[in-house]
């Protein structure tokens, strides 16, 4: 197996970025992880992480993109990006997975430029995994941005999409699938989720029903499909208060001696339930959808939460995901058309 | 000034709603506060709370609708309901403000059929104050989930409504108002939210762009438009959050003696924090851009947040704030037709 990762995406590239490739690859005999990016820079950084004896190759690669460029000028212009050639690599099937911190939209736009979509799937999804708060595990929240302008067709493949890389990657038979809505009932919300409910309970899927916003959390189901819009509002304010919640708890311990004391008793503990909140350390968010495995890991990763993706990429591709989705969909879209020539034939026989 | 308020709305009703009425009018001498509801059941409850001297009065209502209806028919049939009837009672000039906690489907659909809509506003919006973390202040967030499927004039309309309801009640001038979305240039989000962005910017405020769901809790403006289904997933998924969090540091302080011991010495300040993060202690949700004041207060309101709710009437009241949107906006629909007027004329001249 191939990993390849990154090396120049996201702020601490590449120093954490090659430092949690070598832990990783210190653990990983079988597999050989792969860093792209401006040969002499990874080569360095290499050095500094003894790496020597490890599973480790460059791939060189000059090019960066970085945030504030337009994504997808960025990826026509720069051709030899880690970005583009990253996919280029997972196309051509020299790499299993690629992986990387780097600007969202640079990834997507080459993800559909040059690896390309399953067949049948109108629009890839960003997932990420969310906790559970208190049960240590975590639910698979998509799309989380990829899509901002939605459509009911776009919602139901990510359940299904999600539905089959939960069953792979955590081993759970028929995942509980929900989508995120402003109430319980099947007629609540917008035209777009009345119609996706619609869709994603005839799927092939263990469909629940909608969640709303206030239950997630608690871990109510397996996969949560959403739009791109909401879902991107759900994870970032979820994020936000989160941390402002743990800052706040933080200010009340150091505003007085007996406070501080309190603190100190506490501090083990505290700072375990801060990483239970913290959805960055799943290791990365899928690109489901694509042709082929794609990470996407925060831009702000360091060592450790590059050394859990790498992890994490290995069973997402020994699982076979993306050849999953594409015969789940295959075999869906067949149902469908079944479905419409039976309905066909029965008006036909009706008016005969 | 008369407040009136549903008796019969809530969770906790009809007892923690009288009680927290009792309390309030003892201590406002200027102000009569009518309570509607089963005129039998509502003076059982104001016996027990001691109400003689006080300026409270009933108004009875014979018939009360539940949230497993349908708003919108429930609304045509119980003609004499307590919020068919508290509607009506706005409408006719005989209360100043209706405060219930009674379904918000009902009251939206009541608040439309019966009291009506400021001229020119298209939707009303439900609008809610969401704690600025650790600053002892609130940002005030709308549409909270009236308008799932929204349009850019609505979202226009909420801004201008959020920035004279946070001036009138909060005595701030120049509200800063910005736009829920997926990231902070103006070009971001799907074509409603773009949209949405060109008319705030031109609208007589002070439109200071984007926010994204990360920042809203950090308080870093006075009003946050957003179209109802994303408004909804925000402020559901981050009362989820903090309670979350809330209950699981409470379990690891519950975990061992020590961590009890701790939790003892941080007992008062865990207390205030926990409040800190309760928006439902923020005293009501007005609905805004019916012709009359109407404030929706949460389903499980107890005697303080009613108490809470009829103090924050007041001030909406005297600030008359009903009158001051129906001004701005004429003023706004006025501008624009002027604007197009010259547009035309322009046109003219130049073909001329």
Redesign the interface.
Known sequence: MNILIDAMGGDHAPEEIVKGAVAAASEMEDTIISLIGPEEAVREELTKNHWEGTNIEIVPASEVITNHEHPAMAVRKKKDSTIVKGMNLVKSGEADVFISGGSTGALLSAGLLNLGRIKGIRRPGIAAFFPK??KNDATLILDC?AN??AKAEYLEQFGIMGSIFVECVKGIKNPEVRL?N?GAEAE????L?KEAYQRLSKANINFCGNV???????GVCDVVVTD???G??????????????????K???M?ST??K???L??KG??RS?KS??DYSEEGGAPILGLKGAVLKIHGSSKADAVYNAIRKAKVYVENDVTKRIETAIAEEQGRMKKKAEAVEDAGEATEA
Not at 188 to 191: A, F, P, Y
Not at 232 to 249: H, Y
Request: net charge negative; hydrophobic share 50%.
């Open positions: 708060i208190g941005g901002v302008e995120l402003v609540k919300g917008d035209e989720h709303e916003g206030r239950e997630v959390c608690l791109g819009f909401a991107n509002v759900f994870l970032k304010s979820s994020e936000g208060i989160a941390l402002a919640v743990m800052n706040r708890i200010d009340v311990m505003s007996s406070s004391v309190a603190a008793m506490l503990k505290m339930l239970e909140f």
